[in-house]
């Protein structure tokens, strides 16, 4: 799973859409709503800091 993390930008979901198509397993998480300890329980394979 690719972690995306949303900086409130117009682009986040253009990542999303892209890698999705490309076959990837994306979440998506708004940067003030997420902790550390939810990304290391999640354990993602990648992290994109949008």
């Known amino acids: ?3 995306l993390i949303d ?3 117009s ?3 253009n990542l999303y859409q892209y890698i999705s198509e490309l076959g990837g397993c994306v ?3 708004r940067n003030n709503k997420v902790t550390i300890e939810d ?3 999640m354990s993602p394979e ?3 800091i949008s």
Do not use: S
Request: no cysteine.
């Open 11 to 13: 682009f986040t979901y």
């Open 46 to 48: 990648k992290i994109i």
């Open 27 to 29: 979440k998506v998480v």
């Open 7 to 9: 900086n409130y930008d």
């Open 39 to 41: 990304i290391e329980e």
């Open 1 to 3: 799973m690719i972690l």
